[in-house]
C-alpha cells in the first residue's frame, strides 16, 4: 500500500460522491486509491481491504467492506471483475483523477483480461467473451459500467426479438437455391481392388453387413494388406482354402487371414481361372443358403 494520491477539491461537491449512502463509504472510497496499484487496480479481497484500510477500527468488519464495495459498484465507482478465478477490481476514470509519478507496472490483471465482469456487484454478472479489439474499446470507454449495462441491454433485446420474430416463408430466390442444394448425404467410396476381391471371393455384401461384421471384415482386410497381399495371391488361396478345407467350413475374410500363410505356395492355383474365381464364389453364397435354412 503506502502510495500517495491526491484528492481534488471538487471531490467533495461531486453528486456522485453526494450519492453514497454513508460518510464511510466514502471514506472506504478514497482509501482504495491508496489500497489499489499505480493503474487503479488491486485485489477484491474484502479481508484485505479490511485490513489495510482499517488496520486501526475494531468495529470494521470484512462483511461491512463487502457491503460498500457492492455499493461503490452498483454506483460505478469501481468494477469488479474476474480472470482465471482471481477476483479483481479497477476504479472508474483512474487516468483522469490520478496521475502517478513513474507507475509501476501492475501485478494486477486488466480488466480488458476479464472472463465475468459484475454488472451491479450483487450476484448478476455478464461473460466477458469479447474480441480483442472489443475488449481494447471496453478498456478506452469513459465510464466503463455504462458500456457493460448498454451491452446486457442490447443483447437481451436483440435475443427478445429473436425469439419472437415471425418465421417468414422463403421467396423465389430462396426456394431456388434450396432446390440446388447437393444431396446432405454423400455417396460411399468404393472399395479398393483388394478389398472388392475379399469381398467377392467371400461372397460378403458390404451393404448389407452390421457394424459388427464390418469391423470383423476390415480388421481382416487390413491383416492380409499387411502382408503385401495382391488381388490375384487373394484369389488363388481363396481356391486353395476351398480345396483344403470341407465344404461346410464357410470362407470368411478372417479365415483368409488366418489360414493365409498355409494357403500359398500352390502354382496352379496361382494361374487360375475367372471360372474358378466365380466357381468358389458360387461355392460360399450355396452355403451361406443353407446356413439360413437350417
Known sequence: MARIRSVKPDFWKSEAIAELSSDTVRLMFIGLWNYADDHGRGRDDARLICAELFALDDDKTPAEVEKAMKELARKGRIIRYTV???KCFEITNWSEHQKPNKPVD??????????EVQVTGANESSKAERTEGERRTHVERTSVEVEVEVEVEVDEARNSDERNAPTQAPDATHQAQILELPPSAPKAKPPDELTAVIAQATNTNLDEMTERSR????????????VGATPDQVKARAIAYRRKFAADVP???????????????????AKSSKRDIEGAAWIARKQAEERATS
Do not use: E, M, Q
Open 84 to 86: 482465471n478465478g482471481k
Open 106 to 115: 501492475s501485478k494486477i490483471p486488466a480488466l480488458s483480461d476479464a472472463d
Open 215 to 226: 469391423g470383423t471384415f476390415f480388421s481382416a482386410v487390413a491383416d492380409i494388406r499387411r
Open 251 to 269: 470362407l470368411t475374410a478372417a479365415a483368409l487371414a488366418k489360414h493365409w500363410p498355409s494357403l500359398g505356395g500352390d502354382p496352379l492355383a
